[in-house]
């Protein structure tokens, strides 16, 4: 069975930093890409980031480049995503995903099995 739980979410100040982290289970992670994406109140959801398990390369949403690194260690089975000098404009609710077609990160348009979310907020 296809799980993946994201957990270190939670309430940072401007300018602060979070890793969020999506363990997997019931998969490999390096045959596939994992996505990680956020919706705001009021807002659709949207892709942020995403890493390939052909080749590990990486994809970022302009308003995040510089600020957020994606990684994967498949060892312990578990992609992350390193989040510096945060806005108030990233609060969210993060999800990580697997994209059930494609190993190559190609947009983030395609076929997702989610997780469950995990709240990041960013306030003073």
């Known amino acids: 069975q296809v799980q993946l739980v994201e957990s270190g979410g939670g309430l940072v100040q401007p300018g602060g930093s979070l890793r969020l982290s999506c363990a997997a289970s019931?998969?490999?992670?390096?045959?596939?890409?994992i996505g990680w994406f956020r919706q705001a109140p009021g807002k659709e959801r949207e892709g942020v980031s995403c890493i390939s398990g052909s080749d590990g390369s990486t994809d970022y949403r302009d308003s995040v480049k510089g600020r957020f690194t994606i990684s994967r260690d498949n060892t312990e089975n578990t992609v992350y995503l390193q989040m510096n000098s945060l806005k108030p404009e990233d609060t969210a609710v993060y999800y990580c995903a697997l994209d059930v077609m494609d190993s190559h990160c190609s947009g983030y348009d395609g076929t997702w099995a989610w997780g469950q979310g995990t709240q990041v907020t960013v306030s003073s």
């Open positions: 019931g998969f490999t992670l390096d045959y596939y890409a």
